[in-house]
């Protein structure tokens, strides 16, 4: 998955409010393809063919687990604190909304047309590609951080057009020129995955901050 | 082979070393003559042609604009007649350690301003400012400002990047690294504007 974010985005396309004549919005469920994982982006492992892959795979996986069972001890959804951001944040921007659920475990924006027993001028897709807590690569001066992942459209309800599209990533773990990227809050930063799991009340409240953010960066692009 | 990838590493890890410098922060212009209205005829603007990337560097040499917001820097574009749906992007991008804090003023054949994208529509695209608007019918010119509000502040941007070291004599390993950089807000820098026709995207 994160070797698929480096190698392409989606195409970026500017919202005009003035124009759209957009007032309430339907938000769908997020789509979350994949729980919350711990992603070392780059490790020596890399280098050692199938050998290096199958030990690279086993630690991925115990830290998975261990953040995971984390994130479930603090009831902690990074989808329903991204959701809930992301409503509160396009109130406070002069839209009505609505949330309308669907499916959360798919990997791309839906295909099928949209609809609402509310009326609704527009919906707004979004996919949670990925969430978690990232590390640029091994070491101290490459700290765990949390990582988020959002591809993000708005399509009108009348003729299901596309009004906007754009990709939100916090703590890119790669330099991306198309996508917005935010850069993590210093706040939240672990030395060591130890240490992270060692501090859970801390990195729950640092994907916190990264749903909130991402959430505010959405609501800039529909502004 | 051992000596190729030596160098390769060597150039690697040189790149990563030498920062570039770039210009002071201008974080005043109280020593310009700003005028009350950006020039937008003669040789200080800039035609933009579809499908291409102007880049334009701003600074004491670029005109001084003030406005109802404070003295700005500035550099005016013109746009062509617009039939079809078109947008733009600008991106401010860094030069060592300043960033232009960029703002965006969209005008008609008259001069008059229609529509003002302020400094907090623009978002981090990798280490660069930027944003993208569509353009309606009635635009003619562009102007990209400093935004007199917010230099001065400093800005990090934290990101992942490639850090190639060797395992063996043989074997070398990208075991990655962060970076932050930070850079001062300032009226003087670097833009890049592009315009574009709206893509289609169907769903």
Not at chain 1, 12 to 33: E, W
Not at chain 1, 64 to 85: I, Y
Not at chain 2, 149 to 155: E, I, S
Request: hydrophobic share 40%.
């Amino acid at each position: 998955m994160t070797l698929a974010l480096t190698a392409c985005g989606v195409q970026q396309l500017p919202y005009d409010r003035s124009t759209a004549g957009i007032q309430t919005i339907g938000v769908v469920t997020p789509g979350q393809p994949q729980e919350a994982g711990a992603y070392l982006v780059r490790s020596v492992g890399q280098a050692f063919g199938l050998v290096g892959a199958l030990i690279d795979a086993g630690m991925t996986d115990k830290r998975n687990t261990q953040l995971r069972a984390l994130l479930r001890q603090r009831d902690f959804s990074t989808l329903a604190s991204f959701q809930e951001n992301l409503v509160k944040t396009l109130e406070s921007g002069g839209y009505t909304l609505t949330t309308i659920p669907s499916t959360n475990e798919r990997g791309d924006f839906l295909n099928a047309p949209l609809s609402s027993a509310t009326p609704v001028d527009a919906y707004l897709d979004t996919v949670m590609l990925l969430h978690g807590y990232c590390a640029a690569g091994i070491g101290s001066s490459s700290p765990w951080r949390p990582c988020l992942a959002v591809r993000t459209r708005l399509i009108r309800a009348r003729d299901q057009a596309v009004l906007m599209q754009n990709e939100v990533l916090y703590n890119p773990a790669f330099s991306r020129n198309s996508a917005v990227t935010i850069s993590p809050d210093p706040a939240y930063q672990f030395p060591d995955f130890n240490d992270l799991v060692a501090n859970p009340d801390q990195a729950t409240r640092g994907l916190s901050t990264a749903t909130e953010q991402t959430a505010k960066a959405i609501a800039t692009l529909l502004r | 082979m051992l000596i190729l990838r030596s160098a390769a590493l060597s150039v690697a890890l040189g790149m990563s070393a030498c920062a570039e410098q770039g210009p002071t922060p201008v974080v005043t212009l109280e020593d310009r003559q700003c005028v009350g209205d950006a020039e937008l005829v003669g040789g200080s603007i800039t035609p933009l042609v579809m499908g291409s990337t102007v880049e334009a560097v701003v600074d004491s040499t670029k005109g001084c604009w003030r406005s109802a917001v404070g003295s700005s820097s500035y550099v005016a574009f013109r746009l062509p007649d617009i039939t079809t749906p078109l947008i733009i992007k600008v991106r401010s991008e860094p030069v060592g350690g300043t960033l232009l804090v960029p703002r965006l003023v969209v005008l008609n054949a008259r001069g008059e301003a229609l529509r003002d994208v302020p400094r907090d529509a623009f978002l981090f695209h990798g280490s660069a400012l930027a944003v993208a608007i569509r353009l309606q019918s009635d635009d003619r010119y562009l102007v990209v400002a400093s935004d007199p509000a917010a230099v001065r502040q400093q800005v990090s941007y934290t990101s992942g990047g490639n850090l190639i070291v060797p395992i063996t004599p043989l074997h070398f390993a990208n075991i990655g690294r962060e970076t932050t950089a930070t850079y001062t807000l300032a009226h003087n820098g670097k833009v890049r504007v592009t315009l574009e026709a709206l893509p289609t995207i169907s769903r």
